[in-house]
């Protein structure tokens, strides 16, 4: 059995006299009453009622555990009323009354202390959730107080002081926190903060393409910086398409020379993937001291202040992004055009085929190529006793001349056998027997 009760104090006020109005909480109506009429005996005229500001959830019900929870307006309560009585009409219990003693803020902190650690970019997931406990003041709410008005103004307030992409990664995130406190620990509010929420839109997608000159002046640089290895690790990006995590974590037990290949058991889509590697990219796997366990014995912060504060203001390129690199091997490879999207797919390890369209403009010379190689007529061919107009190719002959593959004769049709009838004395001039039909025949 469920209830909604008012929970909510009397109030007895006088009209235009702030001064005799007071509150009493539900349980004192007796004493609100006794206030009322001595007022009313110095002959003011006095209001008793009893406010609407807290309301009660009740609920008792066999096989599962008491539930009781008070909420600021009717609506929200009468809204978590009947998603319990939906969710214990399917035996599925949620204690929504969970999410009123904690706040997103604590949350937070659990999901940063038992599930960051497992994650392959936690320190990046560590960051901006310590920045939301710091600065953000709506995650000091209660769950169930958490609205979409809410989130709806942090992504405006947001939006001017970082790019559109980087606000939807952060409220990827509060998403994730709050699914998987739902989903683990049966932590939720009644009503999904998410719905209705208008999130930023924006194209991030880049096509910097590296200039000879650029990559040049960048490679010049690199060989001139204090870190032996930041050259080598372009370049090797460059030669192998590689993310920069994996070229990071690549150790040379990982490394076959024989067979050319580099395995990476962890990438960014969980599934562990072998890389070809190029001539090019074995000339500098020879030239690399192997003195550590990595190929590359550098951090990802060394190689970001080495590459971004030293390496591109000395070589004055502007706006080419480490990742850029790995664009620009896929678009080197596809322009080739000797690799194929499922080629290209399995160099660059992308999970879906899909991703790889961006580089399908690339091919175009070469599918032009082929599409002049397609020539030829339209000849008539007879195709069971009826005369069809087909395309017929040409050949490509090796002086460059073109010469039409004439089509071939059509092989005779054989005429049916027409049966050959005896006439017979006083018959009717068929076949007899089987037998005879064969002779016949």
């Known amino acids: 059995m469920a209830t909604i009760e008012n929970r909510s104090p009397w109030a007895v006020s006088v009209s235009r006299k702030s001064d005799f109005y007071r509150e009493f909480r539900c349980t004192e109506l007796g004493k609100a009453q006794t206030y009322a009429a001595g007022l009313q005996a110095d002959g003011h005229k006095v209001k008793l009622e009893q406010l609407e500001n807290s309301w009660q959830v009740r609920a008792r019900d ?82 169930a107080s958490l609205c979409t008005e809410d989130l709806q103004d942090y992504i405006t307030d947001r939006l001017t002081e970082v790019a559109p992409s980087t606000v939807d990664r952060e409220v990827d995130l509060i998403r994730q926190v709050l699914r998987y406190a739902a989903d683990v620990w049966k932590i939720e509010p009644s009503e ?26 960048i490679l010049k640089a690199a060989r001139q910086d204090a870190n032996p290895f930041i050259a080598p690790l372009i370049e090797f990006g460059l030669a192998t398409a590689m993310r920069r995590g994996e070229i990071l974590s690549l150790t040379w037990d990982n490394v076959d020379f024989e067979r050319r290949a580099a395995l990476l058991p962890k990438t960014k889509n969980g599934r562990a993937r072998t890389v070809p590697l190029s001539a090019k990219a074995m000339d500098i796997l020879n030239a690399m001291p192997r003195d550590s366990e990595k190929v590359f014995p550098i951090t990802a912060n060394a ?33 080739s055009g000797q690799f194929t999207m499922i080629d290209l797919q399995a160099i660059s390890g992308h999970r879906d085929v899909r991703m790889l369209l961006r580089y399908s403009h690339l091919c175009t010379q070469k599918l ?12 008539e061919k007879i195709h069971h006793g009826r005369k069809r107009r087909v395309f017929q190719p040409v050949q490509q002959t090796s002086a460059s001349k073109t010469k039409v593959v004439q089509p071939a004769e059509p ?17 009717s001039g068929a076949p007899e027997s089987r037998d005879e039909q064969r002779q016949l025949g």
Do not use: W
């Open 62 to 143: 066999k096989g599962f555990p008491k539930f009781c929870a008070t909420f600021d307006t009717y609506e929200e309560a009468e809204k978590t009323l009947k998603q319990l009585e939906a969710k214990r009409a399917l035996k599925v219990f949620r204690d929504y009354g969970a999410a009123l003693k904690h706040t997103a803020a604590q949350l937070i902190a659990r999901y940063m202390e038992e599930v960051c650690p497992s994650h392959k970019g936690s320190d990046v997931e560590l960051t901006r959730l310590r920045r939301l406990i710091r600065e953000e003041e709506f995650v000091d709410k209660p769950l």
């Open 192 to 217: 999904d903060p998410f719905d209705g929420l208008r999130r930023p839109k924006y194209f991030n997608e880049r096509d910097r393409r590296l200039k000879p000159s650029e990559e040049a002046e």
């Open 303 to 335: 190689l970001k202040i080495a590459y971004f504060r030293r390496v591109l203001p000395a070589s004055k390129v502007q706006d080419f992004h480490f990742h850029d690199l790995r664009h620009e091997a896929i678009s080197r490879l596809a322009e």
């Open 368 to 379: 032009a190529e082929k599409m002049d190689e397609v020539a030829g007529t339209m000849v």
């Open 411 to 427: 092989a005779p049709v054989p005429m049916p056998c027409r049966p050959v009838f005896r006439i017979i004395q006083g018959g």
